[in-house]
């Protein structure tokens, strides 16, 4: 079978030194999402990672991503491996991840550029209201984690985007919260 492999960076670019979550879909010629193994392995054939999709052809994994370094998805098809390149990281940039953990939203902001959080903003909106405005003022850190607890929070689409200093969004995600008390 053919297969057709869409990469999706979480926040649109692998960066060099941060771990980056990368979302996959595997689907046929003709789109049916496929279920399967494979991994992640360097131009050297080193293993990075191991990743599953699911019913659907969707999966996701964790890594990080090492500079001057080529990533490529290995499947085995019919008893023959198949390489697919992973896209190029950025060298320099930023990263949000955001997750559900059913009972909390976990927010995670990240950045390899020296000082490059110092100073930037956090605002989180749910159905046109604020949920979360975080000011992130220590110049040493260039990750932080905010942890969100969906209890009093509604249903819905929640966004979260991280600006710079001067109002400049540079990382935009969005998780569906489900509240059970609703």
Do not use: W
């Amino acid at each position: 079978k053919k297969l057709i492999i869409e990469f999706f960076p979480e926040g649109g670019n692998l960066v060099t030194g941060l771990k980056n979550v990368l979302g996959l879909k595997i689907t046929d010629e003709k789109g049916k999402g496929i279920a399967l193994e494979g991994r992640i392995t360097d131009q050297d054939g080193s293993l990075i990672s191991m990743f599953r999709s699911y019913e659907f052809g969707l999966g996701q994994l964790q890594f990080k991503v090492e500079p001057e370094t080529d990533y490529y998805a290995e499947i085995e098809i019919d008893g023959k491996l198949e390489k697919y390149p992973v896209p190029k990281p950025i060298s320099k940039g930023y990263v949000l991840q955001v997750s559900n953990k059913g009972e909390s939203i976990r927010i995670r902001a990240s950045t390899n550029i020296a000082n490059g959080l110092n100073g930037s903003f956090l605002l989180g909106h749910l159905r046109g209201n604020l949920l979360l405005k975080h000011f992130q003022e220590n110049k040493a850190q260039n990750t932080y984690e905010i942890k969100l607890s969906t209890a009093e929070l509604n249903d819905g689409v929640a966004s979260f985007t991280l600006f710079t200093p001067e109002g400049e969004p540079i990382c935009e995600r969005l998780v569906f919260i489900e509240n059970p008390n609703n």
